[in-house]
């Protein structure tokens, strides 16, 4: 093979690595999804410009809040872009992390739909939620063809609410009141569920079936299902 013939094939061959490093600067680099029950790693991500919106959101709000770092812990439970709640001007029961998105919605869900609720329709004024929790490494439960699907509590993405207190006493809860007590209560909670449903993807209720007889799942997604 001639000198030229060499340099141009060199040449050409610099030119495609170059190229193939230039196509991979553009890919996610996060690492891929570690098996379950692997040790939980810290991950070392940028905060998204989508997650600092959402920060400066929640702080003009006044929503007092604590960013948590980025955590894998295997099996497709990831902890990205999430926060613990502080402050919502109500309290609220077994809150563990949240997606900053998920977080907006529900302290605007509550301020904007729980609260005045609960005092036009129930004459008194909301002074605690009761959640059973957001995050849970786990796979959906009691959906038919689900096949082991991650829940949406697998990436902080979801919060079940069982109840609401109010300040004269009174306390509304989801397992009590959906179907049986007073028709007020009902009421109350049917509207919720309507306004929750303006503002999540994903709104779970009695009604969807027996495995949420208890609690509303409100999920931060886009599938548009409200049952």
């Known amino acids: 093979m001639g000198y030229r013939k ?3 094939r060199a040449a050409l061959l610099f030119l495609l690595l170059l190229a193939g490093c230039m196509a991979g600067g553009g890919q996610d680099r996060r690492p891929p999804p570690r098996p379950r029950g692997a040790r939980p790693v810290t991950l070392a991500l940028p905060t998204s410009r989508e997650t600092q919106a959402c920060y400066a959101d929640l702080s003009r709000e006044d929503v ?3 960013p948590l770092p980025d955590r894998d812990y295997g099996g497709g439970c990831r902890l990205i872009g999430t926060l ?7 309290p609220v029961t077994n809150l563990k992390a949240m997606r900053c998105g998920l977080a907006r919605n529900f302290t605007a869900w509550v301020d ?3 609260a005045p609720a609960a005092r036009q329709m129930l004459g008194s004024d909301l002074v605690r939620i009761e959640s059973m929790g957001s995050y849970a490494c786990r796979a959906v439960v009691g959906a038919p ?7 949406g509590h697998a990436t902080a993405n979801a919060v079940d609410i069982s109840g609401f207190v109010l300040k004269d006493g009174h306390r509304i809860t989801i397992q009590q009141n959906w179907n049986g007590g007073d028709a007020q209560a009902r009421a109350f909670l049917r509207t919720i569920r309507a306004s929750a449903c303006k503002r999540f993807g994903t709104v779970l209720s009695p009604d969807y079936n027996a495995v949420h007889y208890n609690h509303l799942h409100l999920e931060d997604d886009h599938a548009g299902f409200c049952r």
């Open 6 to 8: 060499r340099v141009k």
């Open 84 to 90: 613990q709640l502080i402050d919502i001007g109500v």
């Open 64 to 66: 007092r809040f604590s």
């Open 145 to 151: 063809g689900a096949g082991g699907r991650l829940s």
């Open 112 to 114: 904007y739909a729980v």
